[in-house]
């Protein structure tokens, strides 16, 4: 149980463009996601906690409007990376948590982003 | 200010032996603690969690772990390793309930000898 699905896996752009990443739990409800970032041999950076139905509350020095995340039902959960540039490129994982205490973050296999 | 701290960045193992991987915390209150496991290229699978209680904690894939409050510590063990557990580890602490969010340590990469 607590399956949690990232899409896409591994995407390359353009700079300019904008990436949607979504990250979904499949058998249970996901009253919150989090969304991080990694980067080479690094450590997990929090970006944002995202509350289904709320706006999501960013991180310190993390671009609300370069850094979009939707959180508009239970499941499912978007970070899109707005005119995105190479210093964006980074791998991008998303975890989910149940709506009740002493519930571990699940986390979605990442998504490897790259732009050129 | 909260924190996690994993010493070791690299460890080698030999196939068979046991396994120690260090983690200490600083935490104001009661911390819940984590180890989680991540292949290359790959999310995080969770290993095993404490949130009270029996102070060892046993987990997925023979894994266990053990609170110690006077030392702050919460170190990770298996007392026989395999080539699958070849991976990077990190060590996360948070203060508990579904919307409050993790420090996670700087991992530690387990390599696995034949």
């Known amino acids: 149980g607590a399956v949690v699905s990232q899409h896409p896996s591994w995407v390359i752009c353009k700079s300019g463009t904008s990436v949607k990443i979504e990250c979904r739990s499949l058998?249970?409800?996901?009253?919150?996601m989090f969304w991080y970032r990694q980067f080479p041999k690094q450590s997990l950076m929090l970006m944002a906690t995202?509350?289904?139905?709320?706006?999501?509350?960013?991180e310190q020095g993390v671009e609300k409007d370069k850094f979009l995340i939707n959180h508009a039902s239970l499941t499912l959960s978007t970070l899109t990376v707005t005119s995105a540039h190479p210093e964006d490129s980074s791998f991008y994982i998303c975890?989910?948590?149940?709506?009740?205490?002493?519930?571990?973050?699940?986390f979605g296999d990442g998504t490897r982003l790259s732009i050129l | 200010a909260q924190s996690v701290t994993q010493p070791d960045i690299h460890i080698t193992v030999s196939e068979g032996a046991s396994l120690e991987l260090r983690c200490n915390y600083s935490?104001?209150?009661?911390?819940?603690l984590f180890w989680y496991v991540q292949s290359p290229g790959q999310g995080l699978q969770l290993l095993l969690k404490?949130?009270?209680?029996?102070?060892l904690v046993q987990g997925i894939k023979g894994f266990e772990a053990e609170f110690k409050r006077s030392q702050s510590s919460f170190n990770l063990r298996k007392p026989s390793v395999h080539w699958s557990d070849a991976a990077e580890y990190f060590c996360?602490?948070?203060?508990?309930?579904?919307?409050?969010?993790?420090?996670f340590g700087t991992g530690t990469l387990l390599a696995v000898q034949p």
């Open positions: 975890s989910a948590s149940g709506g009740t205490s002493n519930q571990p973050q699940h």
């Open positions: 058998d249970f409800q996901a009253t919150t």
């Open positions: 995202s509350n289904e139905g709320s706006k999501a509350t960013y």
């Open positions: 935490y104001g209150a009661t911390p819940y």
């Open positions: 404490y949130f009270s209680g029996d102070t």
């Open positions: 996360a602490v948070g203060k508990g309930g579904a919307t409050n969010k993790l420090i």
